[in-house]
């Protein structure tokens, strides 16, 4: 190929058009390397942007009219994944769930006490169906109902407080069940992205709320085991369960929202918005 300048020369160009020349020659070269750089940081771009979508999870977008039914369905797609547990995502398995504490304390009402529950198996959790959904994605809320038939609830309690002005103190194992149990959760997120400029929800906030329609409990009191105050104690938790439960409710609650903010928080800061939200 001929240089610029020899070109120039052979061609008999003055000195100023030539200059033109190369200068013409030059943006050009400079405008190609642009759109080149322009284009490889848009390939980039849309490799960071697009992530494989794995079996567990049927996106939703949100200009979708029927969103929320896209959203249950996925919920309910997730259910045996849940059962079995989602490696990648350090979520573990929920059949059986285990929860290693919860703290709960009511200081008004019949029911003063402050109670501790540990080493705690739940079964059951698997069966759940989820019914229905609202949701403000703009704003990343997400409010749910929850149909669990039944849960079997076992471990380890320890209780202090008074119960009808009487003190109570009892520690031990606890076994329950809970039938028809209907729960409602709202989630309250908030996105935000990691070192790479991936982005995700968080949970900054969770209520929940259940209704029982049938509950059986039973203690092993190593306290008050083999006497009158043990079996007293048995009787006295399954005669006024509704009662009792009613009581403890709002304590019970924040226990468990508590417990699965960090739960769902596990999942979602580890899952990108365009897997399961594509055009978020």
């Known amino acids: ?18 200059v033109a020349l190369r200068i013409l020659s030059f943006s050009k070269m400079c405008t190609v390397l642009i759109f080149v750089f322009i284009a490889a940081a848009s390939c980039e771009f849309v490799k960071n942007e697009t992530f494989e979508t794995p079996e567990y999870i049927l996106p939703c977008h949100k200009a979708d009219p029927n969103i929320n039914k896209c959203l249950a369905k996925t919920f309910n797609h997730l259910r045996p994944y849940l059962k079995e547990g989602i490696k990648e995502l350090d979520v573990p398995s929920i059949d059986p769930l285990i929860i290693e504490n919860l703290l ?25 169906s989820v019914g229905s959904i609202k949701t403000d994605l703009d704003n990343y809320i997400i409010e749910l109902g929850v149909i669990l038939p039944r849960l079997e609830v076992k471990g380890k309690y320890d209780v202090n407080g008074n119960v009808l002005l009487f003190p109570v103190k009892t520690r031990g194992d606890f076994w329950a069940v809970f039938l028809d149990v209907q729960g409602a959760a709202k989630i309250f997120g908030k996105e935000f992205q990691n070192n790479e400029n991936v982005r995700f929800m968080k949970v900054d906030k969770i209520m929940i709320d259940f209704r029982l ?13 083999g006497n009158v105050i043990g079996e007293a104690m048995n009787q006295f938790l399954n005669n006024n369960a509704n009662e009792l439960i009613s009581e403890m409710k709002p304590a019970a609650n924040a226990a468990i929202a508590k417990h699965f903010k960090g739960f769902l928080n596990g999942a979602f800061t580890k899952l990108p918005l365009k897997v399961w939200l594509p055009d978020a």
């Open 1 to 18: 190929m001929l240089s610029l300048s020899f070109y120039c020369r052979y061609e008999k160009i003055n000195y100023l058009s030539c």
């Open 104 to 128: 709960m304390e009511n200081g008004r009402g019949a029911f003063r006490i402050k109670a501790a529950f540990y080493n705690i198996s739940t079964n059951g959790a698997s069966n759940y």
């Open 213 to 225: 329609k049938k509950s059986r409990f039973r203690i092993k009191d190593v306290v008050n085991h």
